[in-house]
């Protein structure tokens, strides 16, 4: 006995009109199965022909999707391919004592590379090598002492003999002094570029002819303040230094089989950002500031700074310094290994897309966040 008649009518592409009409009767029992199968297969054509309808009324944006989900498969798979023989393969890490350098040691020892970690103390040479494997080698590199560079370079030449040497991980560094520009003395600059820029070119070009011999890496830890200059001091420059100079050693490197990346992170806790020395030495450069300086800044600038610098670092720094430490070990290890890392979603989503738009933008959040002089014109 039949019930009523229903229309359903779904919406559809221009020019193409879908209309399905089911009729509900009271079925028995024995008929059922038939009869829901047919409903299924009325409503599969329909829906097939609207999606077809679709598709032919949009078919240059279709295309354009379809190719550019094909290149995104495409590269995620590239992307995965590994190279082999780790266990053969010895790689360089500075700046072990802590931090990065510290975690990446022990990450690539566990997958079996031969990693040679230098440390800059005797401190952290020792309890590096206490939590390692015995094939982990820790020893002690000053990378601002070009005869320290060479001793290390002696040392890594005979461990590695004719392999030479795969991997350069240049990741020692430092940030203080930084605040102001009009805070700072030449030595000021020097002491971070001594190490985060002069440094790293040092110690690549004394390490280079190791590493053309095994075709290796040089993987060159720069930040997003090497795109944004956010604050004065020595740190900014030497990291937008860090990649002009990867840049250049790339190309001219890839003749020669050695792949350079860059390693872009965000804000993160490691000693580079610890708020105690970030104040202590914000304190010394305010205090031998002549008064006539600090009149035109103002009596409360300095503590309104300070806060300002805590409340950044606490909001913007991940404790996850692993997010760096897996980009690193995917430039050595990955067959096809990136040009650039951008670490941490804060770098992904906000500080590199952040340093393609105009400046007034990035000038507008810096004066945001920081505190106006008192003297301000």
């Excluded at 009729?23 to 054509?45: H, N």
């Excluded at 030497?238 to 990649?243: A, I, Q, T, Y």
């Excluded at 840049?247 to 610890?274: A, C, H």
């Amino acid at each position: 006995m039949t019930l009523q008649t229903c229309y359903i009518t779904s919406p559809s592409a221009p020019g193409f009109d879908v209309e399905s009409t089911f009729q509900l009767i009271y079925i028995p029992r024995g008929e059922a199965a038939e009869t829901s199968k047919a409903v299924t297969m009325v409503f599969t054509d329909s829906l097939a022909a609207y999606l077809a309808g679709v598709i032919l009324s949009h078919l240059a944006l279709t295309c354009v999707f379809l190719l550019a989900t094909l290149a995104a498969v495409r590269w995620y798979i590239r992307d995965s391919y590994k190279v082999d023989g780790f266990s053969q393969k010895h790689v360089l890490i500075t700046g072990c004592d802590s931090g990065f350098g510290n975690l990446l040691a022990k990450q690539l020892d566990r997958k079996g590379f031969q990693v040679m970690a230098a440390c800059l103390t005797e401190k952290g040479a020792a309890d590096l090598a206490a939590a390692a494997s015995p094939r982990l080698k820790a020893f002690l590199l000053d990378v601002t002492d070009s005869a320290s560079i060479r001793k290390a370079v002696e040392s890594v030449s005979r461990e590695v003999g004719e392999r030479g040497l795969w991997g350069l991980v240049n990741n020692a560094g430092r940030s203080t002094p930084i605040g102001p520009t009009e805070w700072m003395k030449l030595e000021d600059f020097t002491k971070v570029l001594d190490v985060n820029l002069l440094g790293v070119i040092d110690v690549t070009l004394q390490f280079l002819p190791l590493l053309k011999k095994a075709r290796g890496r040089v993987v060159n830890v720069a930040s997003i303040l090497g795109r944004l200059s956010l604050t004065g001091g020595g740190y900014c420059l030497s990291k937008w230094g860090v990649e002009a100079f990867s840049d250049s050693l790339r190309r001219d490197m890839q003749n020669f089989g050695i792949n350079v990346s860059i390693i872009e992170p965000g804000f993160f806790k490691t000693n580079v950002t610890r708020i105690d020395l970030i104040d202590a030495n914000l304190r010394r450069l305010w205090s031998r500031l002549p008064q006539d300086v600090k009149d035109s800044y103002g009596a409360t600038y300095f503590d309104e700074y300070v806060k300002a610098q805590t409340f950044s670092m606490g909001l913007l720094c991940s404790p996850d310094i692993s997010k760096v430490t897996r980009c690193m070990e995917h430039a050595l290890t990955a067959r096809f290994p990136r040009t650039r890392y951008a670490a941490g979603w804060d770098a992904k989503l906000f500080w590199i897309p952040l340093s393609y738009l105009p400046s007034f933008i990035a000038d507008f959040i810096v004066n945001v966040i920081l505190p106006s002089p008192k003297q301000k014109m």
